[in-house]
């Protein structure tokens, strides 16, 4: 019996325009979710530019953000879980990446954060602009980052827009500093500590509720899903996901664009 849905919010949950949760996605999360299925969503982004989302899923119980690096329990409303880059690290990456001409932010206390005077450095390649509207909306630019992250620890660290021929560069200094590393979509590469992912974040809320993996049901489309793959018995790749992530999942649900998870959640859950 499937007692919890952890699902990935873009090109899982969300729709192609990454704002919007499809009626029928809504109705089955819901149906599933009066018959004691516990909902948690599972994403990268940070804590503030998920309120669109729980608008449209307002029975979410659990929020996995920043790629695993904080769970947060809306039913208690308190952050059940974090595991942060260390200050001292992150301010030595940060130092690096401001000289070496790239687009980053950080994330703390659920916030993203970023140099004023990189922005030119990002290039959209493939996201509806409207999305990038709400995402600006969330994002606080700083002088200094340095100087607003004074003794902070970091939740995670991404990069934008990075060239091919620089890409294993970056990757390679990430790793130097013992992180763990994952890509949602091209140019794009995230940092978190190398015990935060959505795999043991999912495996902690199982815990806590008194479940095990055999229980559990997930969804992803991308290399940072992988480790909640792995984990539930029940996961599944979407058809317009990774190779990486088809790889890791034990089924393949149809498209986002095609409600694949509604259809997964009918099949197995509601039927």
Known sequence: ?????????????????????TQRTINTLKKAHDRGVKIA?????PLAL??????????????????GACVFDRNENKIIYSNLIKNYIAREIIDYLLKNNVFFEIYVDGKSHY??????????????QEFIDEVIKTMTGH??????LGG??????????????YYKIFEE?????????????????????????????????CKVIGITANECMSFGDAGNDR??????????????????????AKYLARSNEDDGLAIAVEEYILR
């Open 173 to 205: 200094k990430l790793l130097s500093y013992d992180l763990s590393t994952a890509c949602s979509f091209k140019g794009n590469l995230e940092a978190t500590v190398k015990s935060a992912d959505k795999g043991r974040a999912l495996e902690g809320i």
């Open 50 to 67: 998920i309120d669109n989302v729980i608008c449209q899923v307002p029975f979410t119980d659990y929020i996995i953000y920043s790629n």
């Open 152 to 165: 902070l620890d970091v939740e995670k660290i991404t990069l934008y827009s990075v060239k091919d021929e």
């Open 1 to 21: 019996m499937i007692r919890l849905i952890a699902t990935d919010l873009d090109g899982t949950l969300m729709s192609a325009d990454h704002l919007t949760v």
């Open 143 to 148: 002088k200094s980052l340095l100087r607003f």
């Open 115 to 128: 140099q004023l005077g990189t922005e030119n450095l990002f290039d959209n390649t493939g996201f509806p």
């Open 41 to 45: 969503i599972a994403t990268g982004r």
């Open 227 to 248: 480790p909640m793959l792995e984990f539930a018995k029940f996961s599944f790749a979407m058809a317009n996901g990774s190779d990486e992530c088809k790889a890791a």
